[in-house]
């Protein structure tokens, strides 16, 4: 079983309480009082299930499909609504492809590391960990699709690097300039015939952060007191915080939203809408974090008089024998129609098939725009006013023959 990180400091919460120290205050008042409540979103436990099929398949030097129909904490590898075998597997190459083409070494496979002599809560839990004589390799795994990480500056790849050296006498006396090559593993976000993002940096630069940004930013954090709402800073950190639902900037956007009509909406100026908008992510994340809590108290025994448990919705499905009944009385028409898959479908078959896709698939000229937070990497786009669609098709006079 994969011995996971539980430090309210830990490697993972990393880019988070280095931005908002609400986060982390909040999270230690409600564990001192015993007030703090665990909820782990699917995704989360399905992300810890992929980590373990993975790290046994690396550990034990077996292909990850030799697992299919295995259950690994609930969820069953191969099958729908269980772990991606695809997703899997593109770590676990990366993994031992390090390995084979570095030869001997050390490697750290789902490794947790507490150092507790620098800090009590200096604790965290490297996924893939590599080194030998030539440089030091860290693989960072995420299961998730619905928000990428970039491994360039990434502070929590910072994070298990200075763990790793700081636990090793003989990396920690290596020259400052010894190359340590960090990534994060993503195909479900990615795809996964994406090579992993990787960052290149040194020991020395992993060491300045560790000893200059993050032990002064974990000390201060520990002598604080008191909590103020201006210690709560909102971002994409927010998506993963423990304490989200107590939050006063998430439940402050979340009454905006909710008391907010159709009409008064209308009325705001383009400052008010500004303002809204750049809080509706919040407001969103706040809504998940209620859905998710409301269901495990509810599956818990809770009574919660606004909400009931139902059965999930499902389609009807033919029984055996179905197929010949049905063709013997419709033929043809109790099938639908042959259609090509989209270049995406595509693209996963097979390497060929991404070959096929970049060669014959395109986008068609934009179907209209929509709206994106301006952090979007998306370039932003004019829309097209009457006069410019005129404009667009108008013919100069030369062209009419004037």
Same mark, same amino acid.
């Given at each position: 079983?994969?011995?996971l990180e539980h430090s309210p400091?830990?490697?993972?919460? *990393?880019? /988070?309480?280095?931005?908002?120290?609400?986060?982390?205050?909040?999270?230690?008042?409600?564990?001192?009082?015993?007030?703090?409540?665990n909820i782990e979103s699917e995704f989360a436990s399905r992300g810890t299930a992929a980590h373990e099929l993975a790290a046994r398949a690396i550990i034990e030097n077996t292909e990850p499909f030799e697992y299919l129909g295995e259950d690994f904490g609930g969820?069953?590898?191969? =099958?729908?609504?269980?772990?991606?075998?695809?997703?899997?597997?593109?770590?676990?190459?990366?993994?031992?492809?390090?390995?084979?083409?570095?030869?001997?070494? /050390? +490697?750290?496979?789902e490794e947790t590391i507490h150092l507790p002599d620098l800090h009590p809560l200096l604790r965290g839990t490297v996924d893939f960990g590599y080194y030998n004589a030539i440089a030091l390799w860290l693989r960072d795994y995420k299961n998730g699709e619905g928000i990428g990480v970039a491994a360039g500056g990434n502070r929590q790849l910072l994070y298990y690097a200075f763990l790793m050296i700081m636990a090793d006498e003989h990396l920690r006396n290596l020259p400052r300039d010894f190359p340590c090559d960090l990534g994060i593993v993503q195909p479900n976000f990615y795809g996964i015939f994406e090579e992993p993002d990787t960052w290149v940096t040194t020991i020395g630069y992993v060491l300045d952060w560790g000893h200059n940004e993050l032990l002064p930013r974990m000390n201060a954090l520990m002598r604080a007191q008191d909590i103020d709402e201006s210690d709560f800073v909102p971002g994409s950190h927010c998506q993963f915080c423990p304490v989200l639902l107590d939050c006063p900037k998430m439940q402050q956007a979340f009454r905006e939203y909710v008391e907010g009509s159709e009409d008064f909406v209308l009325m705001l100026t383009d400052e008010e809408l500004d303002r809204y908008y750049s809080q509706r992510e919040y407001a969103r994340r706040f809504m998940n974090a209620l859905e998710a809590? +409301?269901?495990? /108290?509810?599956?818990?025994?809770?009574?919660?008089?606004? *909400?009931?448990? +139902?059965?999930?919705?499902?389609?009807? +499905? =033919?029984?055996?024998?179905?197929?010949?009944?049905?063709?013997?009385?419709?033929?043809?028409k109790a099938f639908t129609p042959r259609e090509i898959k989209s270049p995406a479908q595509i693209e996963k078959l097979s390497s /060929?098939?991404?070959?096929?896709?970049?060669?014959?698939?395109?986008?068609?000229?934009?179907?209209?725009?929509?709206?994106?937070?301006?952090s979007d990497p998306r370039p932003a786009a004019k829309p097209k006013t009457n006069a410019a669609v005129f404009e667009?098709?108008?013919?100069?006079?030369?062209?009419?023959?004037?």
């Open positions: 079983m994969i011995h400091l830990g490697g993972s919460g *990393a880019h /988070r309480f280095m931005t908002c120290a609400g986060s982390f205050l909040l999270h230690r008042h409600q564990l001192e009082n015993d007030e703090f409540e969820y069953l590898v191969g =099958w729908p609504g269980g772990i991606s075998l695809d997703a899997t597997h593109v770590y676990f190459n990366e993994c031992l492809g390090i390995v084979d083409r570095q030869g001997f070494g /050390r +490697v750290l496979v809590t +409301v269901h495990a /108290r509810l599956i818990g025994g809770a009574k919660i008089p606004s *909400a009931k448990l +139902v059965e999930k919705k499902t389609n009807r +499905v =033919w029984k055996p024998g179905a197929q010949a009944a049905l063709t013997a009385a419709f033929g043809d /060929r098939g991404k070959e096929l896709a970049l060669e014959f698939g395109y986008k068609p000229e934009s179907v209209g725009l929509s709206v994106a937070p301006i667009a098709h108008a013919q100069r006079p030369e062209e009419l023959g004037f």
